[in-house]
């Protein structure tokens, strides 16, 4: 994982459920080279923690189609 945001890496909070800012990065990404927008992780002056979600939830994606990626 990165170990900042960057051009290709964004930081979203979940803490109070779906970031509304998601799909404006989402469109961001979509229109330059792409990226990852990594969920339930706040970054505050180079620090990384869960926001908003579980330590068992922040190791399953679920993607809105039913598929679902379990990090390891």
Known sequence: MADCESAEVE????????PGSFWETYSAFANTQGGVIVLGVKEKDGKFKLDGITLEQANVASFPDGKK???Q
């Open 69 to 71: 990626i379990v990090l």
């Open 11 to 18: 930081f979203k909070s979940a803490k109070g459920g779906f």
